[in-house]
Nanobody, 123 residues
């Protein structure tokens, strides 16, 4: 299984970005996906998770109402739409695939990780 994240970049506060994570290998729709982020000098933290079917989603309180996770199982891709971005959202964003239908809020719930994509929000 390989995960390829893309879509990061530099954006001003209040702006939007959409991250994509394309998966290859395995039966994509059988597994939950998650997004985590690692701000500069900090530990990796949970952002959002989505179940295999896409019917259930979960968000960290810090992004609730601003970020939306979705997936297209026909394209083996999960998306993270980020709106109303803040400088505190600056981080490397990682997508990950769980070995279950829902991976949870901790990194140990995920088996495969993408390489990360950098999001920088300027004030």
């Amino acid at each position: 299984v390989q995960l390829q994240a893309s879509g990061g970049g530099l954006v001003q506060a209040g702006g939007s970005l959409r991250l994509s994570c394309a998966a290859s290998g395995g039966i994509f729709s059988s597994y939950g996906m998650g997004w985590f982020r690692q701000p500069p000098g900090k530990e990796r933290e949970f952002v959002t998770a989505i179940s295999g079917s896409g019917g259930s989603t979960y968000y960290a309180d810090s992004v609730k109402g601003r970020f939306t996770v979705s997936r297209d199982n026909a394209k083996n891709t999960v998306y993270l739409q980020m709106n109303s971005l803040k400088p505190s959202d600056t981080a490397i964003y990682y997508c990950a695939r769980s070995h279950y239908n829902y991976g949870g809020r901790v990194p140990s719930g995920y088996t495969y990780w993408g390489q990360g994509t950098l999001v920088t929000v300027s004030s």
